[in-house]
């Protein structure tokens, strides 16, 4: 019979122990032993991030990842975001009764298979069992602590006129590749989520210091939803440009029938960089260098003071890019 989660698996006792040990220590590493009611961290000096995110995405298992790798990736990012190295992850999960310990196994497997290979640990976490109609299966918080540099000082408010916007790879993969999942089209080919850690691309970018004034990981809302972010913060007009938009032939046929756009897909391995004119060239070539960023794409500049995010297309006529409104895709992530 296959064994399933029960709410005494929640209850605190021998039960959660056991699932502790067998589930989450198994798949992260450590001694249940060592366990204590925090973890104690040395932390570098100077200036600490720290972030935390929910995950809900139905269904919890997708080509190219599932529930636990997007927890860890996007906790992950959004430390890389700020120009932080993460140094730990907390993840609390809540179970609804009923999930099977084999899906468990498989979300925290996956997590722990990500942590091992970016060497960031998950350090705390909790368990709590919901009664079966009180949640959905599994749903993941993560938190994340990570250090910053000195020098870097990645933030929207830092963004000039003339600045160039990179984007590091194809975008509204997940969004695409998770929608025709949920409506039941035949994904024959390469497009998987792109969920991936990107603070090793975020890293190699270090070295162009204040050059690099802002990035952000394009999630929710996608590249429309960042650019129209980073109009509003910085006071700044942002134009783009369609045939520059990186979008996979599969992604731009199938979200055309979906009646979806691209440019507001989630992304969940996508960073957006404003860079300075000066160095935009030669971070491109850094950023595509990097195995993440190999499909980086120079889409646009900062310009006028009216903020607002406007798109050219290929016959040259340009539309503005407005914030989306309502929930386009509900559990996306
Ligand atoms: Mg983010």
Sequence with gaps: MTETIRLAHGSGGEMTSRLIKEIF????????????????????????????????????????????????CGTVNDLASVGARPIALAASFIIEEGTTFEDL???????????????????????????KGSGDKVFITTSGVGSIPDDIDYHPRNIRPGDAII????????????TALREGIDIKSAVTSDCAPLHGLVEAL????????AARDATRGGVG?????????????????????PVKDEVAGGTALLGLEPIY??????????????????????????????????????????????????????????????????RIC
Excluded at 105 to 124: D, L, N, Q
Excluded at 287 to 308: M, Q, V, Y
Aim: glycine fraction near 12%.
């Design 25 to 72: 220590y198994a798949a992260f590493g450590g001694d249940v032993r060592d366990a204590n009611d925090s973890a104690v961290l040395e932390l570098p000096r100077g200036r600490t991030a720290f972030t935390t995110d929910s995950y809900v995405i139905s269904p919890m298992f997708f080509p190219g990842g599932d529930i636990g790798k997007l927890a860890f």
């Design 105 to 131: 196994r498989r979300i925290a497997g996956s997590i722990g298979e990500v942590s091992r290979a970016t060497g960031i640990p998950v350090v705390t976490g909790d368990t709590k069992v919901v009664d």
């Design 167 to 178: 984007v590091t790879g194809s975008i509204g993969d997940h969004g695409y590749c998770i």
């Design 206 to 213: 270090w070295p162009f210091g204040a050059h690099i004034r």
């Design 225 to 245: 939803m960042v650019l129209n972010e980073w109009a509003m913060q910085s006071s700044r007009g942002i134009l783009i440009h369609e045939e520059r938009l």
């Design 265 to 330: 897909l989630a992304n969940e391995g996508k960073m957006l960089i404003a860079v300075s004119p000066e160095k935009a060239a030669e971070v491109l070539d850094c950023i595509r260098a990097h195995p993440a960023g190999a499909d980086a794409a120079l889409i646009g500049n900062t310009g006028d003071d009216k903020p607002r995010v406007v798109l050219e297309t290929a016959w040259g006529t340009q539309r503005l890019v407005p914030v989306p409104r309502g929930e386009i895709l509900p």
